[in-house]
């Protein structure tokens, strides 16, 4: 085969026009895919302060090498660019079946520059690149969309989308693949980029082999690993994500009544994933090349009704449940329902539920908000009327489609102590009271508070990397040696967005050596696992280098003060509050950054940025 990895399609929507970008190997083995080649691109295109929503910033769409290929769990792609929501630097993954589809089509990647002078979808038939009128299918949600697509161009193809939340510029917008099942690039508010360039949809669909340039040893090495990874992951396979409610919140881990309480054991028993399993769950969910299912199926229930839809995952139970204290889990599930269709962020849009939730217990909004709404904790129904009125931007729910800090400097008073958030991004349902790392990951993530950008707390937790030194898991409230391990663990962690990889795949015992052999046996290249861990911290450092163009330092590398000063004493994490000064100093140190958080010169040109 002579393509490689690293065919790129710029789109110009201006002059409805495109053209093929080459990335050389050189760049590619620095950056290999992803997320990091997705930065590097940002980095070499754009020079000027541009803000998230001209026209001039681009929306990246960006598979990695092994996307696509028998590699277990590497069925995803990623989006890119500058958060609408919080300013800097946007990056949001997702699996599915898009990214599969996408590379058959014979490109690894795609950037949009400009805007469309209308609602447009822009199709990928075989190579070939086409934009075509979206005014049918503007105002529809994501579930229509898909439907209609794929009943005009065939059920084969692939459909991306935004819905309603995206098209009216709601800041936590996502972009969303597979249609009912509900599959979210969620984070960062990107899919309001894509609908600032009036973009309703990207269909593919491809024939194309994907390249591989040693296929028999590649398959008969993930053949050889596959029996003791699925063991490892039996757990995720029985109750996906859903299955932590209950574990977390015994611990201190679950957000409870917009991060005030520690304890609801009864309440996430009943929304937790055996109760989900034994009502609601009709099937498993599996992304491409994923033996091991962790999505959940279950019935759709708002009109037009369809026979399955994409269950909640952990983080929705834990931000529209827990948080707000509804503990219906179909009330939950319905709400999950309507974010997927809306194409809502439901940690985002949970979290302003509950926000809203308590500064009506406080009394900082009422009548004049939101009219005769009963927002008490628990209550389902005013928590979907609230959802509705922000993807409509309707009254108080256009204040609240701006972020949860724009919101709370608008409503003002103490409402910015009841905004759970970093930099406009609500934090997700992982509590940094339970795991010290946590505070350290969310501080310092280059996309905004994110449990996954490091996933620091799973090795406090039971998982272990020997291959980067983290030989056992750390005590979670310890705080020696808590910043060497969230710079490794960032490091793997973005060198695994580049490669488009599940990072549940660590949960399965993969390891850099692995990683090295894939990539062998896909695109030739032998790199070392000391080359590969450099990928990983180049690339972490290139994005907080395009954060500092932004205006972030030390200032932004905070917390809500919720969570690292307000201790929840009746949960499992006791009276344990983060120690987040001492670990943000060490932290800096280890990063080779000034105590204001911006990398030296010596360490850009040790990593050759």
């Known amino acids: 085969m002579n393509r490689k990895y690293g065919r790129i399609l710029i789109v110009d929507l201006d002059v409805l026009g495109s053209k093929v970008l080459e990335v050389e190997e050189e760049v590619l083995r620095k950056y290999i895919g992803g997320a990091g080649l997705a930065a590097y691109l940002y980095h070499q295109m754009i020079k000027g302060d541009i803000a998230p929503l001209d026209p001039a910033s681009p929306f990246i769409i960006m598979t990695g090498p092994l996307t696509g290929t028998p590699v277990m769990l590497s069925g995803r792609h990623g989006v890119a660019g500058r958060s609408p929501l919080t300013g800097f630097w946007g990056e949001a993954s997702v699996g599915g079946h898009w990214g599969r589809e996408f590379r058959r089509t014979g490109y690894d990647g795609m950037v949009l520059l400009g805007q469309a002078s209308k609602p447009t979808c822009l199709t990928l038939m075989d190579g070939r690149l086409s934009f075509l009128d979206a005014a049918h299918i503007w105002g529809r949600d994501i579930f229509e969309t898909d439907g209609i697509l794929k009943k005009t161009h065939g059920e084969k193809i692939q ?100 991060w005030t309480l520690g304890k609801w054991t009864e309440g996430a028993q009943k929304i937790g994933g055996q109760a989900l399993n034994t009502k609601h769950l009709k099937k498993q969910y599996f992304c491409a090349s994923c033996p091991v299912g962790c999505g959940r199926t279950v019935a759709s229930v708002i009109d037009p009704a369809l026979e399955e839809t994409g269950g909640p995952e952990y983080e929705t139970l834990g931000m529209m449940g827990s948080n707000c204290l509804i503990d219906d889990l179909p009330a939950v599930m319905r709400l999950n329902e309507l974010a997927n269709r809306f194409g809502l962020d439901t940690i985002e849009t949970g979290a302003v539920v509950a926000f809203c939730m308590e500064l009506y217990e406080k009394g900082l909004i009422g009548q004049k908000e939101i009219g005769s709404l009963d927002l008490r904790w628990g209550n389902a129904q005013a928590a979907e009327i609230l959802i509705r009125k922000v993807v409509n931007r309707e009254g108080f729910g256009d204040v609240l489609a701006e972020g949860l800090k724009v919101a709370a400097v608008k409503i003002g008073g103490m409402a910015m102590e009841y905004a759970i958030q970093g930099n406009n991004m609500a934090l997700p349902a992982h509590d940094p009271r339970a795991y010290s790392s946590i505070a350290l990951g969310y501080s310092t993530s280059n996309r905004g508070p994110c449990h996954t950008s490091g996933f620091t707390h799973v090795f406090e937790r039971a998982t272990i990397f020997p291959e980067i030194g983290i030989e056992k898991a750390m005590d979670r409230f310890q705080v020696e040696g808590k910043a060497e391990m969230a710079f ?9 967005e580049n490669l488009a990889l599940c990072k549940f795949s660590v949960f399965g015992g993969i390891q850099l050596t692995q990683i090295a052999g894939w990539l062998k046996d896909i695109c030739g290249w032998e790199l070392s696992h000391q080359e590969l861990f450099e990928v990983g911290e180049r690339c972490f450092n290139l994005k907080r280098k395009l954060n500092i163009r932004w205006g972030m330092s030390r200032k932004n590398d905070t917390l809500p003060l919720r969570v690292i000063t307000h201790r929840t004493s009746d949960g499992g994490a006791g009276n344990h509050l983060p120690p987040f000064n001492i670990m943000l100093a060490d932290y800096y140190e280890k990063r080779g950054w000034t105590k204001e958080g911006i990398p030296t010169e010596e360490t850009l040109r040790r990593l050759k940025i």
Do not use: Y
């Not at 490794?488 to 695994?496: D, E, F, R």
């Open 159 to 258: 459909v991306c989308c935004i819905g309603p939340a995206g098209e009216n510029l709601v800041k936590f917008a996502g972009v969303f693949t597979d249609g009912p099942h509900g599959r979210a690039a969620a984070r960062c508010g990107l899919g309001a980029l894509l609908g600032s360039k009036k973009i309703k949809a990207i269909a593919v669909r491809g024939q194309e082999e994907i390249p591989i340039l040693n296929p028999e040893p590649l398959r008969a090495g993930v053949r050889e690993l596959m029996p003791t990874f699925t063991g490892k992951l039996k757990g995720m396979s029985n109750f996906g994500t859903p299955g932590l409610v209950v574990p977390c919140e015994s611990i201190g881990d679950l957000p409870i009544k917009n």
């Open 488 to 496: 490794k663990a960032q490091n793997i962690m973005n060198l695994w």
